[in-house]
């Protein structure tokens, strides 16, 4: 029976069709499917108990599904991307991410052409398994604070790994403490008693004939982490050299080399790709961004429109809470910033692709903008998805606190993305500096990509809305003018907070949280902009541009209502026209109401990757709940074993006291 017919009959637009827009293209959208149901139909990917296991038995079931997917892949002969899905889809970190996110691009990356066909082949195989080891006890954010060094020694042509300090451990890297045999490690480079700068090097770890450390290695796990089940199926680690010798060709030397005689050769490749890595896998984060988002809406929309409290007259049903204005105002703009993420991370991708074959033929004038806009949108849309499971949880009322509401595990395994890959206040002030930098050269230099609005910035400074009507909110030039007025104007007036300090330094620090809120309305524009901008494409299908025309100005009609403050203060909007906003808002959500199951069935999730009761596709949540509840391992028995010893004692005592 599905409990949610009714709702899906409401919608106006071709479902079918809005899942070939959700997934970019009809290719994409099959081979995703076909991964979602190999995976749900298979029971080694069973995941309803994880939150009940032990670490040691949770890491064993790790392990043994990511054997069995790799025997998939072999034997099925997936392809890259099918890979991705199917990983995906088997809903569960694991040290093969780290190895197949990290460690492979990293050596792509930054590795020589020789470097590349010795140890590609390998990895590829995963004859090897290998991590990303950057990150230490004492530093993360400040990767050229990193302590552990790679002295060279030239009498045997030989580094020496070596930690010299306890805050030089290396510390979270995934896939470390128990699993990888290699890691690309970031040290100090140290040739003939001289710094020169962080690079990663390959080292090994573990033998590959029983996996034990090799000598001068100590490895292990750095303990349990937030949550039960979630991100615990990952061992992340702890690693000390001392005075490891790994041979000169184990340095990663894109960009520089050293030689054999201890000289250092700069290729002309700027240093900042040492930290190419980071770009590649912030712009995967911003894609993950939107499918964790996407799968707590979807939970949250079905269980809404489940869900009955009040308003029943004459005996009829109680109203559905999905009708209440405020559950509509808290849901649909998530549900819209759900497709924005989509939409912007598929531009963020194509932006990626293309500096990367640059970056390959060594043009590197991209590089720049490609780590303001992937460092931003990181920090943007994992800040706001962390943000919106949790209030996809409280939507859910109290069962969304229930592990089976799918919620709990969802938010334990998501909010470590607004930390790791740069926590993302780090990331933003990022973004100030390039942002600043881009304003104090407007002199000279033409600002273009996503800051080719600076440009136009004497017009925007002066110019005010011309909206009249909330209906005139409803143009997508009087949006975008509003988001560009509002980010022009802020950096500007920041840039010239900032020429009032002498030191430009000083200036940074004391003015950081003006420049964090700069850079987030740098960001919002991107993905308004990248919004409206998909919208211009040919999107096939009946009613499916119309929905998500409405989406997208849900998403900047509650953006600009929520940040009102920044575009009354910089003038751009009267009081008047930012209420005309949020009357449209209201509008719009009411436009969203009969579409919104049909919407989040569009992200075409199976009940298997969803993992919720409450959000099923038929709507049986009662009966499921219910049955569930019965499953617990507390519930095995009538008396629970520990009452006889611990607790009857103490009801003896009462009833001898009674009677006293
Ligand atoms: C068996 C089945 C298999 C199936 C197959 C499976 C397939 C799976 C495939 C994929 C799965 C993917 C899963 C991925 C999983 C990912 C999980 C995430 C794990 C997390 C990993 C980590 O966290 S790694 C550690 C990350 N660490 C950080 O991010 C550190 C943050 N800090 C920094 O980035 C930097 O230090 C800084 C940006 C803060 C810079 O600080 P500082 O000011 O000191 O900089 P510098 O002086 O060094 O340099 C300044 C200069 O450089 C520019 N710049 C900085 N960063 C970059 C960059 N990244 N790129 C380019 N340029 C950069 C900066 O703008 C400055 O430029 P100027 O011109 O000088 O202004
Ligand atoms: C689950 C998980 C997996 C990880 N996996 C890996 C991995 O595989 N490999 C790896 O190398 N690392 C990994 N990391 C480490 C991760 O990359 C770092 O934790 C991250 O980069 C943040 O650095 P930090 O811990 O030093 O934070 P800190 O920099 O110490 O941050 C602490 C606080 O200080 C603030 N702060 C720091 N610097 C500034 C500044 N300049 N201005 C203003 N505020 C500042 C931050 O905003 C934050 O609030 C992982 C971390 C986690 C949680």
Redesign the pocket.
């Given at each position: 029976m599905d409990y949610l017919s009714d709702e899906r009959k409401k919608s106006d637009f071709d479902v079918e069709a809005m899942k070939v827009a959700w997934a970019g293209s009809i290719q994409e959208f099959q081979l995703s499917d076909r991964m979602a149901k190999l995976v749900a139909n298979d029971p080694v990917f069973e995941k309803f108990t994880r939150p009940m296991l032990g670490r040691k038995e949770l890491l064993k079931n790790t392990l043994r599904k990511?054997?069995h997917?790799?025997k998939l892949?072999i034997d099925l002969r997936l392809s890259?991307e099918e890979?991705?899905w199917?990983?995906l889809y088997?809903d569960e970190?694991?040290y093969?991410?780290?190895?197949?996110?990290?460690f492979i691009p990293a050596i792509e990356g930054q590795g020589t052409e020789e470097q590349k066909k010795k140890w590609l082949p390998l990895a590829k195989k995963?004859q090897i398994i290998g991590c990303?080891a950057?990150?230490e006890l004492g530093h993360?954010?400040?990767?050229?604070?990193l302590e552990t060094t790679a002295t060279f020694d030239t009498r045997t042509d030989e580094f020496i790994m070596h930690s010299p300090t306890l805050t030089s451990s290396k510390w979270?890297?995934?896939g470390l403490g128990k699993l990888s045999t290699h890691a690309v490690v970031y040290a100090r480079l140290i040739v003939g008693g001289q710094f020169h700068?962080?690079h990663g090097f390959i080292v090994q770890l573990r033998s590959l004939e029983d996996h034990s450390p090799l000598p001068g290695i100590t490895v292990g796990d750095i303990g349990l982490k937030f949550g039960n089940g979630a991100y615990n199926t990952m061992d992340n680690g702890v690693l000390r050299f001392d005075h490891v010798r790994i041979p000169r060709n184990q340095m990663l030397m894109r960009v520089s080399q050293v030689t054999k005689e201890g000289k250092i050769m700069q290729s002309d490749v700027?240093?900042?790709?040492i930290?190419?890595?980071?770009?590649y896998?912030?712009q995967?984060?911003v894609a993950?961004a939107s499918k964790a988002l996407s799968r707590a809406v979807c939970i949250a929309t079905r269980y809404s429109a489940v869900r009955r409290q009040f308003g029943s007259r004459d005996g009829g049903p109680e109203t559905q809470v999905i009708d209440y204005k405020t559950q509509q105002s808290r849901l649909f703009p998530l549900l819209a910033s759900a497709y924005a993420f989509r939409f912007v991370s598929e531009w963020l991708k194509s932006l990626y692709l293309d500096v990367k074959q640059r970056l390959e033929a060594n043009e590197f004038s991209t590089?720049?903008e490609?780590?303001?806009c992937?460092?931003g949108l990181k920090s943007l849309t994992t800040t706001a998805t962390a943000d919106g499971i949790e209030e996809c949880r409280k939507l859910c009322g109290g069962h969304g606190y229930l592990v089976s509401s799918g919620l709990p595990e969802l938010f334990a395994v998501y909010i470590?993305?607004c930390?790791?890959?740069?926590?993302n206040v780090?990331?933003m002030?990022?973004v100030a500096?390039?942002l600043v930098?881009t304003v104090s050269e407007l002199g000279h230099k033409k600002p273009v990509g996503t800051t080719a609005y600076m440009g136009r910035v004497a017009s925007l400074m002066q110019k005010n809305s011309a909206v009249q009507t909330a209906e005139g909110w409803l143009n997508p030039g009087a949006v975008v003018e509003a988001f560009e007025s509002r980010a022009a104007r802020m950096a500007v007036r920041c840039a010239q907070e900032l020429a009032k300090f002498g030191n430009p330094e000083e200036g940074f620090a004391e003015l950081a949280v003006d420049l964090v809120e700069v850079a987030v309305s740098h960001c919002q524009l991107i993905v308004v902009t990248k919004f409206f901008e998909k919208l211009q494409q040919d999107i096939p299908g009946k009613g499916v541009k119309e929905s998500l025309e409405v989406l997208c100005y849900v998403y900047a009609l509650f953006l600009l209502h929520k940040h009102q403050g920044d575009f009354l203060a910089t003038g751009y909007l009267t009081p008047k026209q930012a209420s005309l906003a949020n009357a449209q808002l209201r509008t719009l959500y009411s436009k969203v109401r009969p579409n919104a199951i049909a919407l989040v069935d569009s992200f075409s999730y199976t009940d298997h990757y969803l993992g919720s009761i409450l959000g099923r596709y038929d709507g049986n949540v009662y009966p499921k709940l219910y049955e569930a509840a019965w499953e617990d391992p507390l519930n095995d028995s009538d008396v629970i074993d520990g009452f006889h010893q611990y607790v009857q004692p103490i009801l003896k005592q009462r009833l001898h006291s009674a009677k006293l």
């Open positions: 990511s054997a997917a790799w892949i890259e890979a991705k199917l990983r088997v970190p694991a093969t991410d780290l190895h197949w996110g990290m995963m990303y950057q990150t993360g954010s400040n990767v050229q604070g979270w890297p995934g700068g962080v700027p240093r900042q790709l930290y190419g890595t980071m770009v896998v912030r995967t984060i993950d590089l720049p490609a780590h303001a992937t460092a470590p993305a930390t790791y890959e740069g926590d780090v990331l002030l990022q500096r390039f930098k």
